[in-house]
């Protein structure tokens, strides 16, 4: 009865063992999400009130001007997209978005094409 215990719990491991082997994905390269990640200008740039490039202006960030954080885009950049993506398809996801930013203390609007990741 014993030796048939221990082939059961031997047995039970080695499915234990070949599930999680199995079930491992892939080691991908890890793109964290636009949130999380600092930006840049590509040159000075408006801060807007509202999302509209007609709205009104409440100061400028300067090109260059690093450490830029995205608060959030309109439409939205779905996470997974953003680190799925290439730089190329990074970029054309902000080219069609209007995105709100936190730089040298203001929080304002930006068309989502002046911004570049990194």
Same mark, same amino acid.
């Given at each position: 009865m014993r030796v048939l215990y221990t082939t059961a719990r031997a047995v039970k491991a080695a499915c234990a063992v070949a599930f999680l082997v199995g079930s491992a994905a892939p080691a @991908?390269?890890?793109s964290p999400a636009p949130h999380e990640m600092p930006f840049h200008?590509?040159?000075d740039i408006e801060l807007r009130l509202e999302m509209d490039p007609?709205?009104?202006a409440i100061g400028t960030v300067r090109r260059g001007t690093g450490d830029i954080r995205?608060?959030?885009c309109e439409p939205a950049i779905p996470s997974q997209a953003? @680190?799925?993506a290439t730089p190329d398809q990074q970029r054309a996801l902000l080219d069609t978005r209007w995105c709100e930013i936190e730089a040298d203390g203001l929080v304002g609007n930006v068309d989502g094409r002046m911004l570049s990741p990194g």
């Open positions: @991908q390269a890890f200008t590509l040159s007609d709205s009104q995205v608060l959030w953003w @680190q799925d």
